[in-house]
């Protein structure tokens, strides 16, 4: 295996990009314990985000950034499959509070690629088999373009076969205990996913007539969060990321959000609970683990290009999450709700297109769309689309759904095509007479014989009062 001590400081970045599909379950938030503490908490995070927060954002910056002589990379092995050449590349991406983190990275490079030099890199948890590499190679013909696929992160199990979100809670509670900065999961999780952009463009660059030097990342759950991190860790190197299923940027926001929405936290993150670390970001270095996990504490450092994916019926997050953090996030800015998904993004078409269209876009082969909307509160709620000149517009469509309360977890959205009005397209919403009713907009764009849905923010209306 070929060490390569690189810091990642001083390396010579030459481009940017990175994503797609993998779709895990899995977040950061906590349970609510009772009133009061879920109170206290939630001061403690806002105080924590509102002081200084850059400053505490600084230790993942400073854990990638720091040289380790363990990197080293070596080819695995290398075979002809349908459509391309698959190569499996073995990267040791660290030691991390010793343990050597390794990872299966298989790189598909589809025959005809003129221009191999952009790469999309998929962010995953496991390695992938016989379907997965179907789809890795499909997805590589269609965008005629390089996708490597990182697994094993985070490399698991550790600490008394700990996994997911039970070993990102195990590593907070350790940082709270220590007060090492190293201990948090993600920082080696984004380390990992940037050795492996070093290891590629490395092996690339001996094997291949042209190397990869570009990026778009993309990664499912606590790989969103890691694509998160990956974009503001290396933002030079990336024209792209699509962090998918993970809607939870502003954390202190994000948890009264969840209080008022489900009426506690959601259910799906139990191993925060269990561990204690409720009443222990109560602490002063509780507080400021709450800015260090939380990418929003970077926001400003994600320039470039960003499509999130979130599922319409995910039951992790409110549904209307992304309004909290979108105002604040650099342009150019994108996101789709896939309606009636949860989690999981059953509808892999969909995601696939806008994944598809979206790399295109990153890389100069289609324009970038300029879509924008307005809702207006009058006698009705109305949403107002202008989807650009820049591409052909297929139709836009309305996704509505009711709830009893702000939970829209389990609800059906229903579709119909909104009005088209001049440049424009109207969708309406009557304010309901019980519950809730929400609105949002997709816009379908016809990217290079392929549909290329994109959507509106999502808006939530209760009774006229």
Known sequence: MRAVGIDVASHSTRGHFGGMIGTISESLPLRQNGETS????VAMMGLALAMGSHAWAQPVLDYVNAPDDSFAWEVAKQ??????MLTELKVT????QGITWTHRVNVFLPDGCSDPSTALMMITGGSPGGSELVL??????????????????????????????????YTFMKYVETGDETWPLLFPMTRAAVRTMDAVEAWTAEAWERPVERWVATGASKRGWTTWFTGVTVPERLDGI???????????????????????????INDYT???????????????????????????????????????????WPLDATNLYWDELPSPKYVLYVPNAGHGLPDIERVINAEVGFFKACTGRIPLPQPSWEFDYGS??????????????????????????RDFRGSEWRMREALQSGDSYVARARYPLTGY????????????????????????IGPRG
């Not at 879920?38 to 908490?41: A, F, Q, V």
């Not at 299923?245 to 936290?265: C, H, K, T």
């Open 38 to 41: 879920m109170i206290r908490l």
């Open 79 to 84: 075979e002809p499959m349908a459509g391309g």
């Open 93 to 96: 991406s660290q030691v991390w």
């Open 136 to 169: 890795l190679s499909s997805a590589g013909i269609m965008l005629s373009a390089p996708v490597v696929v990182l697994g094993d992160i985070p490399n698991q199990p550790l600490f008394d076969n700990l996994r997911e979100d039970a070993l990102i809670a």
């Open 242 to 268: 699509v962090p998918m299923v993970y809607d939870n940027l502003d954390l202190a926001a994000q948890m009264r959000l969840q209080v008022e929405s489900f009426g506690g936290y959601s259910e799906e």
């Open 274 to 316: 269990e561990l204690g670390l409720q009443e222990m970001l109560q602490s002063p270095e509780g507080a400021q683990l709450a800015a260090m996990a939380d990418p929003h504490s970077l926001r400003d450092r994600a320039t470039m290009p960003k499509l999130i994916i979130n599922g319409s019926n995910d039951p992790y």
């Open 380 to 405: 009705y709620l109305k949403l107002v689309v202008d989807p650009g000149e820049e591409l052909p517009v297929i139709r836009v469509n309305q996704w509505m759904a009711h709830a009893d309360t």
């Open 437 to 460: 009713t929400a609105l949002f907009a997709e816009i379908i764009y016809e990217a290079d014989g392929r549909e290329f849905p994109l959507s509106t923010n999502v808006r939530i």
